[in-house]
């Protein structure tokens, strides 16, 4: 492995812009976004009233399904083909109501363009591994403002021993620059996670649970691990 001091974030911007701007993304939400929000507010009688953020939408399979299922739906991201794709999706399927219970923003999400106290839920769904310490400990800071007291925070991040966690250029500790191989080869910029930092980076918050997935691709050949956190502020 290398070292590296400086990654400019940009380029990690325009790694995404250009993934969104040249191959179709997923089109639906992770099973275990479903049953966080599932659990947690299906049984609202008036669901327009929750108002949902997602951090690094992509170009939003978890924003599509929150609209569907009837939520006030918020998201954000980087990359400005992958907001439009999100945007068109949801026209194409006649679910951009009037007002709009959906709103998705261009930006950097260490910097929420929205007021303290807005949101009942955020969900990361491997957006925040995406960057710098630094920047992912700024974003847990802005999640916690946005959030309304009581307000819960669903994650789905990488985990250390993934495949492609120890190749690549290492930035700081387990932040690594285009890692080789496993789910995040080529990635500009992968922070693999570990169980003790993700307690640290949620302790303002209470209920944290903290669940570890794995599973295998290419006959077991990528070992893939993932944290699946919820937490309450
Ligand atoms: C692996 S994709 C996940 C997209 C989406 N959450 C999904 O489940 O399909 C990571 C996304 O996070 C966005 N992203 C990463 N860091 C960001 C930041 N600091 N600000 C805004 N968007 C960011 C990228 O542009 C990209 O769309």
Redesign the pocket.
Known sequence: MNTMNNIDTEA??DY?EKIFSSRN??CYPPEELIRFVARNFYAVEDRKKIRIL?I???PG??IWYLVREGFSVAG????AS?IQQAKSRLLAEGLVSNPPLVELTV????SLPWQNNTFDAVID???LY??KKT?IEKSIDEVKRVLKPGGAFFSKMFADQTTGSDTGKVIEPNTISRPDSGPCAGNAIAHFFTFDEINLLLSDFKKVVINRLHRTEQNSDMQIYEWIVSASI
């Open positions: 990690a911007n995404w993304w997923g997602e690094g939408c992509g399979p978890n954000i991201d980087g990359s992958a930006g950097n999400f260490i769904i491997e957006a995406a960057n920047d």
